[in-house]
């Protein structure tokens, strides 16, 4: 039986730069490279699949809209990548999917606060809003002991 599919955020997969600062994230959690392995992870950027470049300006959710440091409205493009998450998830079936924590599109229990002062407040990055909204399980990538237990219940 095909090995059902885990949905990640590409800068935990690793292999190709797309972090707002263009730095390696790579998570080396020996049971996510045996998901990995066994070829079950499919990597999205949303905010590379939204039309991003690398790098890009920090940006933050501000209620409903993401603004980068200088003010510049970017709702649209974390918009579009949410929605390209959520069609990536849908397409392959995934399980759940494992988010970087504390992203504008990506986190799934933190994110900062809107006042680029390095200030974090519960809440969730505009992807991981829209995979919940469709029903999806998303985790953090501290959260891979919940994950695991999942799987394994499959
Ligand atoms: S949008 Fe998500 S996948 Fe892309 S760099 Fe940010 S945290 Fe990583």
Known sequence: MAKRKILVSECLYGGRAVRYDGRDASLS????LRWKEEGRLIPVCPEVSG???VPRPAAQ???ERVLTCAGKDVTKEYTAGAQAAL???KEHDVVFAVMKQDSPSCGSKF???GTFTGTKTPGQGMAAAYLRD???????EEDLDEAEALLARL
């Open 29 to 32: 959690d020996p049971r996510f």
């Open 51 to 53: 039309g991003l470049p």
């Open 61 to 63: 959710r501000a209620g």
């Open 87 to 89: 069609r990536l998830a």
């Open 111 to 113: 994110i900062y606060d």
């Open 134 to 140: 469709a029903g999806f399980t998303v985790f953090g």
